[in-house]
């Protein structure tokens, strides 16, 4: 079976923007968190989420996209530590991103990545999905759409469509030390 692509131009910089549902299943997932940062929040759908549940939220940017909401930051040379990290990251730094964020989340909180289903698969990547700390996939059943932001802030919402790329949410545990993770599916 051949890939399907998106139905939209590649971005430059690797900004695309999740719908606010993609959020609430992690969020409905993780009913105990009581505060999260997005390293890579754009225009701020993680945070936003994550505000209107009363959690504690906050959000950086390697690009001002939100209008000067939030800091500018690059989230690989911060040092800054942090309960939980929730991202969207540009998928072509995803593995660098999880990586810092597994050294400047504390012990016990998570971090959680969307990404394509593809980021699963790869050689490369096979330390920090086997890897004890590694503790959730899930699946998204329906399929969501991430348009460029470029093309969310000209269109607006009604530039999303039906999605054509399966995503996932991959979690991992800071300091969990049985090895094991669950894979399950959401709508």
């Not at 999740?18 to 993780?30: A, F, G, I, K, Q």
């Amino acid at each position: 079976m051949a890939e399907r692509h998106s139905e939209f131009e590649r971005e430059t910089d690797d900004h695309y923007v999740e719908p606010s549902w993609c959020v609430e299943r992690l969020l409905d997932c993780y009913p105990d968190l009581s505060a999260l940062h997005d390293p890579c929040c754009g225009f701020g759908t993680i945070v936003d989420v994550a505000l209107g549940r009363g959690l504690a939220a906050s959000g950086s940017d390697l690009v001002d996209r939100a209008r000067g909401r939030f800091p500018v930051q690059d989230f690989l040379t911060d040092r800054s530590r942090h309960v939980n990290i929730c991202v969207n990251p540009p998928f072509k730094i995803a593995e660098q991103i999880v990586r810092h964020a597994i050294t400047v989340v504390h012990p016990g909180g998570i971090v959680a990545v969307i990404a394509q289903a593809k980021f699963l698969a790869s050689q490369s990547r096979y330390p920090i999905f086997s890897s004890a700390s590694m503790e959730r996939v899930i699946v998204f059943s329906r399929r969501p759409s991430m348009p460029p932001g470029k093309m969310l802030a000209e269109r607006g919402e009604a530039c999303r469509g039906g999605g054509s790329i399966d995503f996932i949410w991959a979690v991992w545990r800071v300091g969990k030390t049985t090895p094991g993770a669950i894979i399950e599916w959401t709508l």
